[in-house]
């Protein structure tokens, strides 16, 4: 006897979509902050003239399907009949006995046969041939609109790649940034900023104009280290009990992927191997990697094994694999990648390390992985490479992270210590004096206090600035951006 039968199916639906029955959402569903990707799928949902679906992909618990909730919320309130809205979750283990098409077709049968329908797919990539049905979707029902999720990545970017071309685009759902912890976590001292203020022009401001603007940002520096705890994922950052948000995060968001996601959409045999691999990196993370040294390191596991997995690793929202920077115009050879965790608080649940706060190498390493995450974050909607730089030869000197924008580099250094000094040979301080090609130097500091523009006669000035400062000024940054983008 079929379980899957068109009564259960239709029981489902229902109790996905209750604003059937009561034509509005029930109350826990509604977050009233928004993250910034609701902003950019919104704006991609309701283009007037580009028709495109809209794939959400970011790791477990970063917020996707609160996410399609708000964006369900705001059809609600723009008057669209509720039953043209359907949500489903192919997560319920019943939905994993049918296909798409089948369900489809019953909730034109009956719900409702119109031709406008808003639809909502979270964790996609557990239905088969996902991709095909929404190039159907696309290809025949011209007035449907669609929003999906997922979780795993690389099959999402696959698909995309392989039918999605100028049908639909995947857009990157990344942990909080530190402007959003802020936000959702209703901290008291948030500052009113203006909307024009971002980290490129602090080196534009008078002495008295940068003193007020980070006094009024230094109340925040309290709220920083928590956020590199608990990590950026709301459920576990609005949580009161820190420890057991790592151990959800270890479990849940480490476990499953690792133990579940992967493997099971590679067709990975041997997941062990691959939790070692991610071990590997948890302890060599912000390091530049060398493949062959992990495959002797892991027993001689093939080295094309590691690459691979690395690749998996990257598409499943765990890491993150910056690439090197020329800026010297010299073509580089052999593309090392330097590694870091997809969000500070991964690692450390994983790791299971106590006292990071105190150790200042656990603490730089948390920072750089931070300021990595943003900078990355911020400009994958503009396709800007953010990388790193190492100068070979003689004495190796580093950039920490390097933002390859069109108009000019971008240069960053994490020097978050007690009293950081940076001299005049160091990597950050002759590049930004002989490159014509740097538009804007940063150094990344730990005080409040320890900010301002460095002594140093070079073409482009060096900006001493609080991590925490620096990372709020760039969601400030990006959500004005957002904000005039969609006209809000």
């Given at each position: 006897m079929s379980i899957a039968t068109p009564e259960n199916i239709l029981k489902i639906l229902y109790s996905y979509n209750p604003w059937w029955r009561n034509n509005?959402?029930?109350?826990?569903?509604?977050?009233?902050?928004?993250?910034?990707?609701?902003?950019?799928?919104?704006?991609?949902?309701?283009?007037?003239?580009?028709?495109?679906?809209?794939?959400?992909?970011?790791?477990?618990?970063?917020?996707?399907?609160?996410?399609?909730?708000?964006?369900?919320?705001?059809?609600?309130?723009?008057?669209?009949?509720?039953?043209?809205?359907?949500?489903?979750?192919?997560?319920?283990?019943?939905?994993?006995?049918?296909?798409?098409?089948?369900?489809?077709?019953?909730?034109?049968?009956?719900?409702?046969?119109?031709?406008?329908?808003?639809?909502?797919?979270?964790?996609?990539?557990?239905?088969?041939?996902?991709?095909?049905?929404?190039?159907?979707?696309?290809?025949?029902?011209?007035?449907?609109?669609?929003?999906?999720?997922?979780?795993?990545?690389?099959?999402?970017?696959?698909?995309?790649?392989?039918?999605?071309?100028?049908?639909?685009?995947?857009?990157?759902?990344?942990?909080?940034?530190f402007y959003?912890?802020?936000?959702?976590?209703?901290?008291?001292?948030?500052?009113?900023?203006?909307?024009?203020?971002?980290?490129?022009?602090?080196?534009?401001?008078?002495?008295?104009?940068?003193?007020?603007?980070?006094?009024?940002?230094?109340?925040?520096?309290?709220?920083?280290?928590?956020?590199?705890?608990?990590?950026?994922?709301?459920?576990?950052?609005?949580?009161k009990d820190d420890y057991y948000a790592q151990r959800i995060l270890r479990e849940d968001v480490v476990d499953k992927v690792l133990k579940r996601d992967i493997p099971s959409l590679f067709n990975i045999r041997n997941a062990v191997v691959l939790e070692k691999v991610f071990l590997y990196l948890c302890f060599n993370s912000s390091n530049i990697i060398n493949i062959a040294t992990i495959s002797k390191e892991l027993d001689n596991t093939p080295a094309v094994t590691i690459s691979n997995y690395l690749h998996y690793l990257e598409r499943a929202n765990l890491i993150y694999l910056s690439y090197p920077v020329s800026l010297d115009g010299k073509k580089i050879l052999k593309?090392?990648?330097?590694?870091?965790?997809?969000?500070?608080?991964?690692?450390?649940?994983?790791?299971?390390?106590?006292?990071?706060?105190t150790d200042p190498k656990e603490l730089g390493i948390m920072v750089e992985t931070a300021i990595y995450k943003h900078l990355a974050a911020f400009y994958y909607r503009l396709n800007i490479k953010v990388g790193y730089y190492r100068q070979t030869g003689g004495k190796e000197k580093e950039i920490d992270v390097v933002v390859d924008h069109p108009q000019g580099k971008i240069l960053v250094e994490v020097k978050y210590r007690e009293n950081a000094s940076i001299k005049e040979d160091d990597a950050i301080v002759s590049k930004s004096l002989a490159n014509e090609n740097v538009i804007a130097s940063f150094i990344i500091t730990k005080k409040s206090e320890d900010y301002g523009l460095m002594p140093f006669a070079d073409k482009v000035p060096i900006m001493r600035i609080p991590a925490f400062a620096f990372l709020y000024l760039l969601g400030h940054t990006e959500k004005n951006q957002i904000l005039r983008i969609n006209g809000v």
């Open positions: 509005n959402l029930p109350r826990e569903f509604i977050k009233p902050i928004k993250r910034f990707a609701y902003y950019e799928a919104l704006e991609q949902l309701l283009h007037p003239d580009l028709r495109r679906f809209v794939i959400l992909s970011g790791a477990r618990r970063v917020g996707k399907t609160t996410i399609l909730y708000q964006m369900i919320e705001t059809l609600l309130q723009k008057g669209i009949d509720t039953k043209k809205i359907i949500y489903i979750s192919f997560d319920h283990p019943l939905l994993k006995f049918c296909n798409m098409n089948e369900i489809i077709e019953i909730y034109e049968t009956n719900i409702s046969p119109s031709e406008e329908t808003y639809l909502f797919l979270d964790e996609i990539q557990y239905t088969g041939d996902w991709d095909k049905w929404l190039k159907v979707f696309y290809d025949t029902k011209p007035a449907w609109r669609v929003v999906a999720t997922g979780s795993a990545s690389p099959v999402l970017v696959q698909g995309a790649t392989e039918s999605g071309v100028g049908r639909w685009s995947v857009i990157q759902v990344p942990t909080l940034s959003e912890y802020c936000q959702i976590t209703n901290v008291e001292e948030i500052p009113q900023l203006d909307s024009e203020i971002t980290p490129l022009v602090l080196q534009k401001l008078k002495a008295y104009e940068l003193h007020d603007l980070m006094y009024r940002l230094a109340p925040l520096q309290k709220h920083f280290h928590r956020y590199l705890i608990v990590g950026g994922f709301p459920e576990l950052a609005l949580s593309a090392r990648p330097k590694i870091y965790i997809a969000d500070p608080a991964i690692r450390n649940a994983v790791l299971m390390l106590d006292n990071v706060l």
